[in-house]
């Protein structure tokens, strides 16, 4: 056992000792920074494919490309003046750094033409991803020998590099705003007739007219008092999404609720058959062929359910990253927020924990560009007015910050409890309401819940505006 831990240690320990030179390709940097002297077009091509840090392995090559950056701000397909490079290189002082304006020359004579600039610049882009991979795996270790956070700080900040180093091999080019108004206007004309490929993941039900569905990298909060119906509502929509025209992979994470109770649920809200009546033997054939049914299209969607209990917005966060690189997730539900256990100093307040795993979900929401739905709880006062509003929020203001949309679903839970003494199997009227949308109107909209089957559906909408 001993002497295989020192093996490890001393494999370890060559890690950080390896004599060999990074991966680079000075030929390769030479031609991408002379054929930005010789064609314009290249200039912008190289910009926009290698506007990261440390792209060139060359000190000299990289202040040289900063300094074109620099100059080319604000301008399209502009050439390089070797003049006007050498005068600013002269006046931020870095010209002798880079060898005067005699390497300048230099450069400029490398290259007899640009017509081969994209594939000098993929050569130069996949040696920088090498060497931050390099880079990145020598920090990792020696994070690991000599660790300050505990382990799911520092395998958060692994994946989060990961994840950086993946993009360094996504290019987009600048673009004006003169190019994008054309775009523009035709996108306007497809929301306005209401057509799918410009709206959100669609859930269903009539506010989408306000929010316009739900868009990547927003922060959608659905928050209610207990006994609501919140998570009815939120598998409701999340079943839309999955069983739609087409099914869209989603992840759903239930810190309350296990797994088969949540399968239970969408169930019974699809065949509209109560868990009364099957727990009672009240089940005809025919219901009971629809139960088959629905259990049959719900094979065929892609819902990744993970119920771990008080999950730790770190590891919700590295769940979420495998489900989006595994299965391609297009939108993530979580029930609900004050049951995520925050990764804050011990003596940190319940305000300040809240705000972080809002700020987080926000952020999860941007990186892995999908909508993240999260419910959230009101506060006792909710239920002291006619209607709750965003102030009703619990234990922090900084989910009001950080939500795109903020949806409250209110209704009176003493028209339940009547309607249970009665036996009654009439829906009961609830409501959405938008407090607060920020890319669009606020707003309320009418729906009609089934306690029995955990079913809402859309009623008559009043809808305002701002």
């Given at each position: 056992m001993?002497?295989n831990?020192n093996n490890?240690?001393?494999?370890s320990?060559?890690?950080f000792?390896i004599d060999k030179?990074k991966?680079?390709?000075?030929e390769?940097?030479?031609?991408v920074?002379?054929?930005?002297?010789?064609?314009?077009?290249?200039?912008?091509?190289?910009?926009s494919a290698?506007r990261?840090?440390?792209?060139f392995y060359r000190?000299?090559?990289q202040?040289?490309f900063?300094?074109?950056?620099?100059?080319n701000?604000?301008?399209n397909?502009?050439?390089?003046?070797?003049i006007v490079?050498a005068?600013h290189?002269?006046?931020s002082g870095k010209?002798?750094a880079?060898?005067g304006r005699?390497?300048?020359m230099?450069?400029?004579?490398?290259?007899?033409?640009?017509?081969?600039i994209?594939h000098?610049?993929?050569?130069?882009r996949?040696?920088a991803?090498?060497?931050?991979?390099?880079s990145?795996?020598?920090?990792t270790?020696g994070?690991?020998y000599e660790?300050?956070?505990?382990?799911n700080?520092l395998l958060?900040?692994i994946?989060q590099?990961i994840?950086?180093?993946?993009?360094m091999?996504q290019?987009?080019?600048?673009?004006?705003i003169?190019s994008?108004t054309s775009d523009a206007i035709?996108?306007l004309?497809k929301l306005m007739r209401g057509e799918?490929?410009v709206?959100?993941?669609a859930t269903?039900f009539?506010?989408?007219?306000?929010?316009?569905?739900?868009?990547?990298g927003e922060?959608?909060?659905?928050a209610?008092?207990p006994s609501?119906g919140?998570t009815?509502?939120?598998?409701?929509?999340?079943?839309?999404?999955?069983l739609?025209?087409?099914p869209?992979p989603i992840g759903?994470?239930s810190?309350?609720?296990?797994?088969l109770?949540?399968?239970l649920?969408?169930?019974c809200?699809?065949?509209?058959?109560?868990m009364n009546?099957?727990?009672?033997?009240r089940?005809?054939?025919?219901q009971w062929?629809?139960i088959?049914n629905?259990?049959?299209?719900?094979?065929?969607?892609q819902v990744?359910?993970?119920?771990t209990?008080?999950i730790?917005?770190?590891e919700l966060?590295a769940?979420?990253?495998r489900?989006?690189?595994k299965?391609n997730?297009?939108?993530?539900?979580?029930?609900?927020?004050q049951l995520?256990?925050?990764h804050t100093?011990?003596?940190a307040?319940?305000?300040?924990?809240v705000?972080m795993?809002?700020?987080?979900?926000k952020?999860?929401?941007?990186?892995l560009n999908l909508p993240v739905?999260?419910?959230?709880q009101l506060n006792r006062?909710?239920e002291?007015g006619?209607?709750p509003?965003?102030?009703?929020?619990?234990?922090?203001?900084?989910?009001?910050?950080?939500?795109?949309?903020v949806?409250i679903?209110?209704?009176?839970?003493e028209?339940?409890?009547e309607?249970n003494?009665?036996?009654?199997?009439k829906?009961l009227?609830a409501?959405?309401?938008i407090?607060?949308?920020?890319?669009?109107?606020?707003?309320?909209?009418?729906?009609?819940?089934y306690p029995?089957?955990t079913?809402?559906?859309?009623?008559a909408?009043?809808?305002?505006q701002q």
């Amino acid at each position: 056992m001993g002497e295989n831990y020192n093996n490890q240690n001393s494999q370890s320990t060559q890690l950080f000792s390896i004599d060999k030179p990074k991966p680079s390709n000075i030929e390769a940097e030479v031609a991408v920074l002379g054929s930005m002297f010789i064609k314009p077009e290249a200039v912008s091509t190289a910009l926009s494919a290698l506007r990261f840090d440390n792209a060139f392995y060359r000190p000299a090559h990289q202040i040289i490309f900063d300094a074109i950056m620099e100059l080319n701000m604000g301008k399209n397909d502009a050439a390089v003046d070797p003049i006007v490079l050498a005068d600013h290189l002269e006046r931020s002082g870095k010209l002798e750094a880079i060898g005067g304006r005699a390497y300048i020359m230099q450069l400029m004579d490398a290259v007899p033409t640009a017509a081969n600039i994209e594939h000098y610049i993929d050569i130069v882009r996949q040696n920088a991803i090498l060497r931050r991979v390099i880079s990145t795996c020598t920090d990792t270790i020696g994070r690991c020998y000599e660790c300050e956070d505990d382990v799911n700080t520092l395998l958060d900040g692994i994946e989060q590099s990961i994840f950086e180093i993946t993009g360094m091999s996504q290019t987009k080019d600048f673009m004006t705003i003169s190019s994008l108004t054309s775009d523009a206007i035709v996108y306007l004309d497809k929301l306005m007739r209401g057509e799918k490929e410009v709206l959100g993941l669609a859930t269903g039900f009539d506010f989408d007219r306000m929010i316009t569905g739900l868009k990547p990298g927003e922060l959608f909060v659905l928050a209610a008092r207990p006994s609501i119906g919140k998570t009815a509502l939120a598998l409701n929509i999340a079943s839309n999404i999955a069983l739609g025209n087409p099914p869209v992979p989603i992840g759903f994470f239930s810190l309350e609720m296990p797994a088969l109770q949540l399968v239970l649920r969408i169930i019974c809200s699809l065949t509209r058959i109560s868990m009364n009546d099957l727990r009672h033997g009240r089940v005809t054939p025919a219901q009971w062929a629809d139960i088959t049914n629905a259990v049959e299209h719900l094979k065929r969607a892609q819902v990744l359910i993970d119920d771990t209990g008080a999950i730790d917005i770190l590891e919700l966060r590295a769940k979420a990253r495998r489900m989006k690189n595994k299965y391609n997730i297009q939108a993530v539900f979580i029930d609900y927020l004050q049951l995520i256990k925050a990764h804050t100093k011990s003596n940190a307040s319940r305000e300040n924990e809240v705000a972080m795993i809002s700020g987080s979900l926000k952020a999860m929401a941007k990186e892995l560009n999908l909508p993240v739905v999260v419910l959230a709880q009101l506060n006792r006062q909710a239920e002291q007015g006619e209607k709750p509003k965003l102030s009703n929020l619990r234990e922090s203001g900084a989910i009001e910050q950080d939500a795109d949309v903020v949806a409250i679903l209110h209704r009176e839970r003493e028209k339940q409890y009547e309607q249970n003494a009665a036996q009654d199997d009439k829906p009961l009227p609830a409501e959405v309401i938008i407090a607060k949308n920020r890319n669009g109107g606020t707003g309320s909209q009418n729906l009609l819940f089934y306690p029995k089957y955990t079913l809402f559906v859309n009623a008559a909408s009043t809808e305002e505006q701002q």
